[in-house]
T-cell receptor
Framework: DTAVSQTPKYLVTQMGNDKSIKCEQNLGHDTMYWYKQDSKKFLKIMFSYNNKELIINETVPNRFSPKSPDKAHLNLHINSLELGDSAVYFC?????????????FGPGTRLLVL | AQSVTQPDIHITVSEGASLELRCNYSYGATPYLFWYVQSPGQGLQLLLKYFSGDTLVQGIKGFEAEFKRSQSSFNLRKPSVHWSDAAEYFCAVGAPEYGNKLVFGAGTILRVKS
């Protein structure tokens, strides 16, 4: 009965490929996020969506395109993968976009670009 | 914009000893403050958070943290560490004008020796 789930858990691919990561939450939350954790464990927000609307869009290359088909899902599509995209990508959700809301994290997707 | 510093990259404590993990933030007003824990290969789990009221906050697993405005700090403490506490701990700061965008510190790796 996972609250925030991500697929796949591991992703190994070649440079130049296009890949997608999926996230689903069953908490009934309105807001979802994508974070990137690099090799030094530094965690940085990439995007957030509230009720399917893009709210936060950090300085992320436009090769990264999030998509929220409904409130429970937030997918991340990455075009033309580069070596530097290798990282762990975490999805998270919160009840609302208001500050102070607890964010619940998924288990992460470990992406390795060769 | 807000920022957060965790001065200690690694900390080693003996099982049963007390623990304090340091977190300093930079923000002009009272921020939202969080501590998350990440076990190897796992997502992040919220330990506790502060956004107003009592400056001493109790969390899960016997952790507590104290907000000190004068020192811009939000240190995490535990009176007696268990071997299962070995993990990486992240402090995060949010600000009301930035919605629920969190800025994370670099993390502190806790090792527990028996």
């Amino acid at each position: 009965d996972t609250a925030v789930s991500q697929t796949p858990k591991y992703l190994v691919t070649q440079m130049g490929n296009d890949k997608s990561i999926k996230c689903e939450q069953n908490l009934g939350h309105d807001t979802m996020y994508w974070y990137k954790q690099d090799s030094k464990k530094f965690l940085k927000i990439m995007f957030s969506y509230n009720n399917k609307e893009l709210i936060i869009n950090e300085t992320v290359p436009n090769r990264f395109s999030p998509k929220s088909p409904d409130k429970a899902h937030l997918n991340l599509h990455i075009n033309s993968l580069e070596l530097g995209d290798s990282a762990v990508y975490f999805c998270a959700s919160s009840q609302a976009i208001a500050g102070g809301e607890t964010q619940y994290f998924g288990p992460g997707t470990r992406l390795l670009v060769l | 914009a807000q920022s957060v510093t965790q001065p200690d990259i690694h900390i080693t404590v003996s099982e049963g000893a007390s623990l304090e993990l340091r977190c300093n933030y930079s923000y002009g007003a009272t921020p939202y403050l969080f501590w998350y824990v990440q076990s190897p290969g796992q997502g992040l789990q919220l330990l506790l958070k502060y956004f107003s009221g009592d400056t001493l906050v109790q969390g899960i697993k016997g952790f507590e943290a104290e907000f000190k405005r004068s020192q811009s700090s939000f240190n995490l403490r535990k009176p007696s560490v268990h071997w299962s506490d070995a993990a990486e701990y992240f402090c995060a700061v949010g600000a009301p004008e930035y919605g629920n965008k969190l800025v994370f510190g670099a993390g502190t790796i806790l090792r527990v020796k028996s």
